[in-house]
Antibody
């Protein structure tokens, strides 16, 4: 079964750091671009970062310079290192990917992990 | 950066009604457009990719159309289980992606 399982969420103070993990199974992890998407409570979906199969990384302006995405193919794992966290980073964080060669839309999502930034 | 604007932000319709949601890109994206359904408390689910291709297992009452800058998601006959928020997403510059703001669909 194709599966993504996130972990590492929790409560952190403003300015603090947190590292999220996403464990992949049921597919050839190293062959796929991987993404993080977040959703604040009651708000829409926001793409947070992506990493290609060659390790190339991409970020929107809202997190660039603060967040770092990485992958460890030998462990079928995706990571998101989040530094200088702000209240506005409070959200459920999902890892996601496209399992299709036809398109880059996300047909595989994890269940999400909650990050709360608060003093 | 290309922006994705959805309208309306919410709608209320009766069971059996035809529902149309619009997504507009600030620049042309060909047909690199996906639609997702997110039910309350659940993970988003891919409905449509390439603007009009139905994902496997998605009911045929859902359809998508458009190309370039203007896209629509249509539910031909709204059902109670379709209560959800719907998002469009562009992926023409993958792996950099952008979502629309979402449209909340409720039953009248």
């Amino acid at each position: 079964e194709v599966q993504l399982v996130e972990s590492g969420g929790g409560l952190v103070q403003p300015g603090g750091s947190l590292r999220l993990s996403c464990a992949a199974s049921g597919f050839t992890f190293s062959s796929y671009d991987m993404h993080w998407v977040r959703q604040a409570t009651g708000k829409g979906l926001e793409w947070v970062s992506a990493i290609g199969t060659a390790g190339d990384t991409y970020y929107p302006g809202s997190v660039k310079g603060r967040f770092t995405i990485s992958r460890e193919n030998a462990k079928n794992s995706l990571y998101l290192q989040m530094n200088s966290l702000r209240a506005g980073d409070t959200a459920v964080y999902y890892c996601a990917t496209s399992s299709s060669w036809e398109h880059d839309a996300f047909d595989i999502w994890g269940q999400g992990t909650m990050v709360t930034v608060s003093s | 950066d290309i922006q994705m604007t959805q309208s309306p932000s919410s709608l209320s319709a009766s069971v059996g009604d035809r529902v149309t949601i619009t997504c507009r890109a600030s620049q042309g994206i060909s047909n690199y457009l996906a639609w997702y359904q997110q039910k309350p408390g659940k993970v988003p689910k891919l409905l449509i990719y390439a603007a009009s291709t139905l994902q496997s297992g998605v009911p045929s009452r859902f359809s998508g159309s458009g190309s370039g800058t203007d896209f629509t998601l249509t539910i031909s006959s709204l059902q109670p289980e379709d209560v959800a928020t719907y998002y469009c997403q562009k992926y023409n510059s993958a792996p950099q992606l952008t979502f629309g703001g979402g449209t909340k669909v409720e039953i009248k």
